[in-house]
């Protein structure tokens, strides 16, 4: 047995391992660099049935607040059981885990919940963790994390180094809780981050649950294929896997069933682990043919959309990729952050814009898909143009043509010519170009 995990004699017919010195073992060794502490708070809210979580930075401390369900004397006193022990509860699980890689040295972490009249406090340290007297009166758990001020230049892994917006929306996309991060004193802006499940039609996702396995897909930019993220409590990990699909998907998938490694930053490889992985596969292949038909649909919509308004086809154009398209794009952060600020999209400027992105994604796909044989042959029947007239084109009603016209104007033409291309965007014929030149990959040829 290594030595700094001796054994100590605890009683007649026992022997087990000092609590304090696993738990500087835990501390030092189990968790992965990249796994972000800030992560774990909002998981140890997230099984107290929190709605909201709030970060608050000040030089030589950091504030964070949430409700639901409170602790309890009990919970607080030895919070750390649930991880030396078996059978731990899950509720607790991640407080220990958060407090444990949390106070460091020479951090001071002090935890508060309950109602007002009946909060109970304690306080962690190198020290240990002993009972303090409550410093709050609201009904919110409050953990306020302080340091000496000359401290403000530790390692990236103390709490003076973390970033105050260092929560990604890979991390938390999964998150079912409203999250705000600001320094104190900064006056209150709007949430900086609202759950993508809450609104998952505005993301082109979905929310699906196979049994005990919860799952959120959402279609993303990139290479053909599913970016699978465990998502604990809502949280990913940080760990992601490949799985084969035709589009670019992200997947973030919770399950109870699941275990992580000794790091917490990757799943335990195990049976559960390939269960869960045949259902990622089965969710992505109905949620493929769904946003399928969506778009198909949105088409439609969007063809007689441009048809009628001039200034749509201009603003298609933009969001395609033509000229001036830049700074059009806004990623959902921002979106969630400064949305207030920037004016508001009719119905209709929205429902160009989502139908613009996916056709641009399945573009991208098709560049991909097409180039092999037999891959990616269900894109050659979705439509990705539209014909002088405004109604959606295949590559199926494009391709066999032996010279493809194009009708270039900013409405639709006088005249309906069968098969013509309306070139909304530069990068129409650059596209087709680019697909008829791929003859073992396309029927096709020029």
Known sequence: MPREEEGVFVGQGAFGIDPSRALRVLRERQIDPSVSRMALWVRAAVMRKAARIEFVWDTAELTIRFDGKPFSTEELADPFSGLLEEGGSGETRWLALALLHTALPEVRVRVESGPPGARRAVLQDEEGIRPTKPSTRHADTAVAVSWPFFLSTAGLDHPSRWAPRGLTLEELASCPLRIRTMWKGEKRSPWSFIPMKSNTRRHNAAR????????????????????????????????????????????????????LDASLRSPAKDEEFQRVLAAVQEAAGRFVLDVLARHRRSMKLAGG?????????RRWAKQMGGEGS?????????????????????????????????????REAALVSLTDRGAGRFLLNEPLFFDDQGRPLTLEDVLPMKQICFWGGSAPASVHQPGRVWELSQTDPVFLHIIRSRNLACPYGT
């Open 208 to 259: 699906l649950r196979l049994g005990k396995t919860e799952l959120l897909l959402c279609v993303s930019e990139g290479l053909p294929g599913i970016c699978l993220r465990v998502a604990p409590a809502g949280v990913s990990l940080g760990w992601t896997a490949t799985l084969p699909s035709p589009l670019s998907l992200s997947v973030w998938v919770d399950d109870p069933g699941l275990s």
């Open 305 to 313: 959309l441009l048809a009628s308004s001039p200034a749509l086809a």
């Open 326 to 362: 830049r700074g059009l794009s806004l990623s959902v952060g921002w979106v969630n952050a400064w949305g207030p600020f920037f004016p508001r999209l009719s119905g209709d400027a929205k429902r160009v814009d989502e139908c613009v992105r996916m056709t641009k994604l399945l």
